[in-house]
């Protein structure tokens, strides 16, 4: 047995670090945070100290009593876990509940997965941070708290199954703001003048007008000015100038950057830079320090010397401007300069690659430029055309990098002129005054979100990506794919000594890819923000991310600041739950013409829906749900009252009822129990008896059958998880190394075959005449299934050793539970504030 025990949190990192220490050692995972506060309770005595109850969950048991195994026969145990304030309360947990003894425990971090750095941890070791942990709980439980509490009045307020989040809520309101910017942005429209002018050897280059005309009068008049006009060089001056290299990453400028360049989500860069760094291919990935160690500087510098030359090195110290940046803490950067690119997946590889060029650039020379500055006048008026041209005279650090920019920050590139002097004579080949309009701020993608944050205050590196996440999950957030609408302008064009006038068309307002507020989110965070403006406050929460900084500099006491925090925002709550109105977006849109009743929209319990009526009137309101496209704060009356023209009746097909509608996903048509859906933008109203023909036709060629097995059957299609055969109800997905298109019979006979044999090796018992069974599931877990009911068993439960008695047993507990806790929602607080005594785990500075 070796002497000593190694913990870390991840199982790819304990294979990482087991190769670099001797057979004295043994490498174990604890697969993340084995203690965390109950889901079913609010977990924290706020009647007492705010002592946290943790526990350790049923997935974790096994994992704990392994560990506690292995630490009772080890001499020394190391807690090596992350160096965040994460890392430290999860060694705090470890040391806690394998009731570790202080002089057989020690703690050591890295932020390199590399022998070195593991090597020199281990020589250095320290006691468990406190301050850090009671930084960590501090932020826990005050989410808890927030989340736990508003979460049920937004059930009763607003819509059930709800719930809110500090930081969340504050992201959706950054996002919802910007939304509404954009719908009540008025754009404003004026006239660009750009030209092209060459020289009397053919060399063509392109200029502008400084300054826009206001009117369609003006720019046409400028034009005509113009005519028979001589132009010249009326001013020339080059100017050298340099470019410096970005900061090597930060948590947030990797994920922005990776979104510009590699189009990745903000969690999967951070899944992809988790993986490399448990490989021991970058440093640390949560960070926000952009300083880079003496041995990084030496080992890029080497790297640079070796593979540009001396010309383009130069040693470079940066200091960050996030707030609260943890200056101690090293940027992201690759373990070793040499590596130019690693040996991982594409995506691995490819973020590594930026990392490496981000770094390795931030030690390189500035670039030389060359910048001219044209200025050209006619002389037939004052007014005088500008041009920019940029030559490189010395490429330095953009050899290897060039940091990307979001929409907002991008300015039109110049590129070169021609050898031009003063005076010189210049052809011009055109001039355009085209009709441009002032544009409505951007939408917030992914990345430029976290940089919102960033600058704000609010969130600290572990948070971004889960935040993210979190508001896309819950569905007040989508990433939209909003189609645009067609828009005329006009143009004018000067050329061979004529204006003509061109009237064209643009898309504006199309956006991909961007977050966009749905009806739910819009309607919670107004609720929020008119209840509860102080949490959702901006200042107030950055304020708080200061406050657990002092907490982790050991500054302040993180139980007084949930204290200061719960004795206003308790009460807050309870007035908000007892006197508050409920919010469901609702607008009056205007009156129905037949019954005089108000036409509203608002947030029904599927989505957002119009009402003729209301609950109070005799007659039953009318509903109609609105379409994918249509917004409850930008939907007209005349829209609102077409959706009442749906259903559409269009005829009958093979005796079944034919009709057009709208649903909760968007426009379909109907015949019998099949459903067809339109075509994305298609209007529903439009659709007439041919084009739901052609629909259903299209629909019943789909799902013809393309084989017969076992006398039934076998249809194919393509869902959301890819291509499926469908055969005795039972769907089988087909993987990529079978042609889709042209499956022959022997692939549909394997693939079925396969997934019978494949459900028969998971069925553990099977008692048909009780209805119940018993299956394998992932993760080594298995599930108890009668009838619609699914009971997930933890992995510490034999289910081969069950027998039918005992399953049926846990079938009438569970079931029990279930409905006692849907009864009992509302004073689960107080449950849960007797029971948080019962096991003291606030730690005590040692």
Do not use: C
């Not at 195994?69 to 705090?92: M, N, P, Q």
């Not at 320290?126 to 009045?153: H, K, M, T």
């Not at 403006?533 to 200061?546: C, G, S």
Request: net charge positive.
């Amino acid at each position: 047995m070796a002497k000593n025990l190694v913990i870390v949190e991840s199982p790819a990192k304990a294979k990482t670090i087991e190769k670099f220490l001797g057979k004295d050692y043994k490498v174990a995972s604890s697969f993340g945070h084995i203690a965390d506060l109950p889901t079913k309770e609010l977990g924290v005595d706020t009647e007492g100290d705010f002592t946290p109850k943790y526990i350790v969950s049923k997935d974790k048991k096994d994992v704990v009593k392994k560990l506690k195994s292995l630490a009772k026969d080890a001499e020394t145990v190391w807690l090596a876990s992350d160096e965040d304030r994460e890392g430290e309360a999860i060694a705090w947990h470890l040391a806690e509940e394998l009731n570790l003894k202080d002089e057989k425990t020690k703690r050591i971090v890295f932020h390199e997965i590399t022998k070195s750095a593991i090597l020199r941890a281990i020589e250095n070791p320290r006691n468990i941070n406190y301050n850090l942990v009671n930084a960590q709980q501090a932020r826990r439980v005050l989410d808890r708290l927030v989340g736990y509490e508003l979460s049920p009045v937004l059930w009763r307020k607003v819509k059930g199954g709800l719930s809110a989040g500090r930081v969340q809520s504050v992201a959706v309101r950054l996002i919802v703001e910007r939304e509404r910017d954009i719908q009540n942005f008025t754009p404003e429209g004026s006239f660009r003048i750009d030209a092209e002018f060459s020289t009397e050897d053919g060399k063509s280059f392109k200029a502008k007008l400084p300054k826009n005309f206001d009117t369609k009068e003006e720019a046409e008049a400028f034009l005509k000015e113009n005519l028979g006009a001589n132009f010249k060089v009326a001013e020339l001056t080059t100017k050298p100038a340099k470019k410096s290299p970005a900061p090597p990453f930060t948590t947030s400028t990797l994920q922005q950057e990776s979104a510009r360049k590699l189009y990745f989500s903000v969690s999967k860069t951070m899944t992809m830079a988790q993986r490399l760094y448990e490989a021991g291919h970058i440093t640390y990935m949560r960070t926000d320090s952009v300083n880079l160690s003496d041995d990084a500087k030496k080992g890029a510098n080497a790297e640079i010397l070796k593979a540009y030359g001396e010309k383009y090195a130069k040693t470079r110290n940066y200091k960050g401007k996030t707030k609260g940046a943890q200056e101690a803490h090293e940027a992201i950067r690759p373990t070793s300069f040499e590596n130019h690119t690693v040996n991982a997946d594409r995506d691995q590889q490819r973020l590594y690659e930026l990392i490496w060029q981000r770094a390795i650039a931030s030690q390189m020379s500035e670039a030389q430029l060359e910048r001219t500055n044209l200025k050209i006048e006619a002389d037939t008026h004052d007014k005088q055309f500008t041009a920019n041209g940029e030559v490189i005279k010395f490429d330095g650090f953009l050899k290897v990098y060039l940091e990307g920019h979001d929409e907002e920050e991008t300015e039109e590139q110049s590129g070169m002129l021609p050898a031009l002097k003063k005076n010189q004579k210049l052809i011009n080949k055109y001039i355009t005054a085209t009709e441009r309009f002032t544009r409505p701020p951007y939408r917030y993608t992914e990345a430029s979100l976290v940089k919102k944050l960033e600058e704000l205050g609010i969130g600290r590196p572990s948070t971004y990506a889960p935040t993210i996440s979190t508001i896309q999950n819950r569905n007040y957030i989508e990433k939209g794919s909003v189609e645009g609408t067609e828009r005329n302008y006009i143009q004018f064009v000067l050329s061979q000594d004529k204006v003509s006038e061109k009237k064209l068309t643009e898309t504006v307002g199309s956006d991909k890819g961007k977050l966009v507020p749905t009806a739910v989110g819009m309607v919670v965070n107004d609720f929020l923000v008119n209840h509860f403006a102080n949490i959702l406050d901006y200042n107030f929460t950055a304020k708080v991310e200061q406050n657990f900084d002092d907490i982790a500099e050991g500054n302040e006491e993180w139980t007084k600041m949930m204290k200061d925090f719960y004795k206003t925002f308790h009460p807050q709550v309870e007035d908000v739950a007892k006197n508050a109105e409920r919010e469901v977006g609702e607008r009056i849109l205007g009156e129905d013409p037949e019954t005089g009743k108000p036409v509203s929209v608002r947030l029904g319990k599927f989505g957002p829906m119009v009402q003729i009526g209301s609950v109070e009137d005799e007659e039953k309101p009318k509903f109609a749900s609105l379409s994918p496209d249509q917004t409850l704060g930008s939907i007209t009356y005349e829209e609102a009252m077409d959706l009442f023209q749906l259903p559409k009746h269009l005829g009958e097909y093979k005796g079944e009822d034919v009709e057009v509608n709208n649903g909760r996903f968007g426009p379909y048509v109907r015949f019998g129990k099949k459903y067809v859906s339109l075509a994305k933008g298609e209007d529903p109203l439009g659709v007439d008896w041919d084009r739901a023909l052609e629909l259903i036709k299209e629909k019943e060629k789909a799902d013809a059958p393309i084989y017969e097995y076992d006398g039934m059957p076998v249809q194919k299609g393509v869902g959301r998880f890819g291509p499926y055969l469908k055969w005795n109800g039972m769907f089988i997905n087909v993987n990529k190394k079978y042609d889709f298109d042209n499956l022959s019979d022997n692939d549909i006979e394997t693939l079925i075959a396969d997934k019978i044999q494949k459900e028969k090796d998971k069925v553990i018992h099977n008692w048909e005449e009780e209805g119940i069974r018993v299956e394998k599931a992932r993760w080594g877990r298995s599930n108890i299934i009668k009838g619609k009911t699914k009971i997930e068993l933890p992995k510490t439960v034999d289910a081969a050793k069950l027998s039918l008695e005992e399953v049926k047993d846990i079938l009438e507990k569970k079931g029990g539970k279930k409905k006692k806790t849907t009864k009992k929602k509302a004073p689960a607080k107080k449950t849960a504030t007797k029971k948080t005594s019962a096991k003291k785990k606030t730690p005590k500075k040692k």
